[in-house]
């Protein structure tokens, strides 16, 4: 193993991670936007809305990531109605087609993941909550909302290391990326083996740290899983009413 080879790899490599994070981060957030609507579209209850999203997670989960990311950049252009409108500055640029491809994929499988997530919510919470006088609105952000992002968490945050591994496709559309850097070194050496390994080894650098962030934040939403010895729930756990309003606990208000 040519140690000096990788040293230098991966100082190649290294410049294509700011592409990658913001293809990952970029696609991701507006994903869980996408995916929030469609979730609600699914279980809004009204026939056209719950179809559409229906239609929509079948065709974006149905085909492969490479092929839709293909259509977008190659596809789109095909029609003047396309390169004549305000959207063509954006989508004549790769970096926009993979950001949309991504975004569009990503929020298919999102959208079934938070509608698990709220449809795992205990029905008595909800009875509660109208009882005390809460609006649609205030039910659904201090009580459905919050509870669902901690079913959906461990799930989510699978499907955000997804996408750091699928902006990896993006090379194909001349994005320089860390698979672009690699494929470009591989041309100019010929020695993908080592080429490759540095590049695996820098997703999975990013990887772990996604691991370590989701994992702080599933520690930090889920105080009341935190028990002491004996399975008692902590004086902290026991005290704190919203906690005990989220787990149905006596003493807990809904606020």
Not at 202 to 225: D, G, K, S
Request: charged share 15%.
């Amino acid at each position: 193993m040519d140690f000096a080879f990788l040293y230098e790899t991966l100082l190649t490599i290294l410049p294509g991670v700011p592409l990658t994070l913001k293809l990952a981060v970029g696609s991701a957030l507006l994903g869980l936007v996408l995916a929030l609507i469609l979730a609600l579209m699914r279980l809004s209850g009204v026939k056209p809305l719950e179809w559409v999203a229906r239609l929509y997670v079948f065709v974006l989960r149905g085909t492969p990531l490479l092929v839709q990311i293909f259509l977008i950049y190659y596809g789109l252009g095909q029609f003047p109605a396309v390169r004549h409108s305000l959207l063509w500055p954006f989508l004549r640029e790769p970096v926009w087609c993979a950001v949309l491809a991504l975004t569009l994929n990503t929020a298919a499988y999102g959208s079934e993941i938070i509608r698990g997530g709220l449809l795992s919510i205990p029905g008595g919470q909800i009875e509660a909550a109208r009882a005390c006088g809460m609006s649609r609105f205030l039910l659904f952000r201090r009580i459905v909302l919050p509870l669902a992002i901690r079913q959906a968490l461990p799930a989510y945050g699978n499907e955000f290391i997804s996408m750091v591994k699928a902006t990896s496709l993006a090379s194909i559309i001349t994005l320089m990326e860390i698979t672009g850097l690699a494929a470009k070194l591989i041309s100019e050496t010929y020695r993908a083996i080592e080429v490759f390994i540095v590049a695996g080894a820098i997703y999975l650098a990013i990887n772990f740290v996604l691991t370590r962030i989701i994992l702080f934040a599933e520690y930090r939403l889920t105080p009341h899983l935190r028990e002491r010895p004996g399975g008692v729930p902590s004086i902290d756990d026991r005290l704190d009413p919203a906690a005990a309003a989220a787990e149905g606990l006596p003493g807990g208000k809904v606020h």
